[in-house]
């Protein structure tokens, strides 16, 4: 059977797997409506993550191009505005995204890029790429957290790990987690957090759901690695310089076979009690000249956050040397 066109009439099913189905045909096929006005002579049937295509093999050929580059978008920018589908779907010449796609670690949700923002966020990039256990050291504000979980994240992308593993020492910064209501899961949730936060940043809502619930991503804290050997991962240990000596060795010692460790920490926010020593700065001084072992030190220069925060820390750094005030007015201890 052929069409007036002498063209073969040809049917073919896409598999939709590499993004989202919904993301890609949009809530109630918003998008594959929109689709369909682009090529006219095809029929196009979408049944869970499958979409079926008939029509012209000219036609059909054409479309699985196109939508096929609709996916690969998808997958990029978790994301697909009207603009860019009919830029596709109507000429298949789309341009990337305006903007310096160089040194981009990630393309998060709603088209955010994550890339290193300053000279030592792309050394520790840099040193991820080139050792398998990496510490980063450094005042809060400066992304060791957020671009740790981006270096994550893009390995499990590029299949270079099964899973990513986040954890925290579960130590009280001044509250009780015993007084907190709920189960333990409850009570760790709020603290484990800022990793939660990331993460919703770079994973599709569902797709996020998803890892979290087969344990392709797991969030937990320090006391729950105890006894296990972590392969084929990207484990990261945040605020580690809440850890003590002896978590510290355990933690380090759970690497097993194809894993990276990345390590974040800031020395001046240790909230052990008083007669616990962090293990943090120990193992960074000894492993620090350990192959296959980088260490990267961010400092003041390295805050991404508001420019208040420098200043912030500029004064407690004065505050814990004794410095007196940039004012020169004595403080009510010095009265």
Known sequence: MADKTNHPLSERTIHITAVEPL???????????????????LNLVARGDQLKVIGPGD????????????QRHVAKYNELPRKVLDDIMGSGDKQEE????????VHGNFGLRVKPRTRNQQRLVDAVVKNDMVFAVGPAGTGKTYTAVALAVRALKDRQVRKIILTRPAVEAGENLGFLPGDLREKLDPYLQPLYDALKDMVPPQKLVEYLETGVIQIAPLAFMRGRTLDHAFVILDEAQNASLP??????????????????GDATQVDLPDRVRSGLMPAVDHLRAVEGVAVIDLDEKDVIRHELVTRV???????????PPANGKPTTEQK
């Open 98 to 105: 305006d903007g310096d796609e160089s040194g981009v670690i």
């Open 247 to 264: 978590q510290m060795k355990m933690f380090l010692t759970r690497m097993g076979r194809d894993a990276k460790f990345l390590i974040t």
């Open 23 to 41: 993301a890609v045909l949009g809530p109630n096929d918003q998008n594959l409506w929109a689709i369909r006005e682009f090529f006219p002579k």
């Open 59 to 70: 036609q059909v050929d054409l479309f699985l191009e196109r939508f096929e580059q609709l």
């Open 313 to 323: 820390i500029a004064a407690f750094k004065d505050i814990e040397e004794n410095r």
